[in-house]
């Protein structure tokens, strides 16, 4: 059982920038791919990004060029970095996890998830 903790939310303002961690229970941390997810109220759980155990990254278009995901295996924490966020970026965001190499974009995917921050993004 992976265990997953988000840290880093919180309210800011249009053009801000913030980061998230998430940190992992888990010992073999490498072995996991690494998502976050967002849901904003009504609306579905929407991809993020993704990383995989060696870094290769993967983002929804709608972040590219504005997110950065990243990770530290040694420290067993994956991080996203938001800059320019936008209102529409509000959202609760979810770390989650899925054992294997390759990333995924659907949130059946995963097999542990976190609790959740929120981000809130003022116009």
């Known amino acids: 059982q992976v265990q997953l903790v988000e840290f880093g939310g919180g309210l800011v303002q249009a053009g801000d920038s913030l980061t998230l961690s998430c940190a992992a229970s888990?010992?073999?941390?490498?072995?996991?791919?690494m998502g976050w997810f967002r849901q904003a109220p009504g609306k579905e759980r929407e991809f993020v990004a993704a990383?995989?155990?060696?870094?290769?990254?993967y983002y929804a278009d709608s972040v590219k060029g504005r997110f950065t995901i990243s990770r530290d295996n040694a420290k067993k924490t994956v991080y996203m970095q938001m800059n320019s966020l936008k209102p529409e970026d509000t959202a609760v965001y979810y770390c989650?996890?899925?054992?294997?190499?390759?990333?995924?974009?659907?949130?059946?995917?995963?097999?542990?998830w976190g609790q959740g921050t929120q981000v809130t993004v003022s116009s």
């Open positions: 990383i995989t155990g060696i870094s290769s990254t």
């Open positions: 888990e010992r073999t941390f490498s072995s996991y791919v």
């Open positions: 989650a996890a899925a054992y294997g190499s390759w990333y995924k974009t659907y949130a059946d995917g995963y097999d542990y």
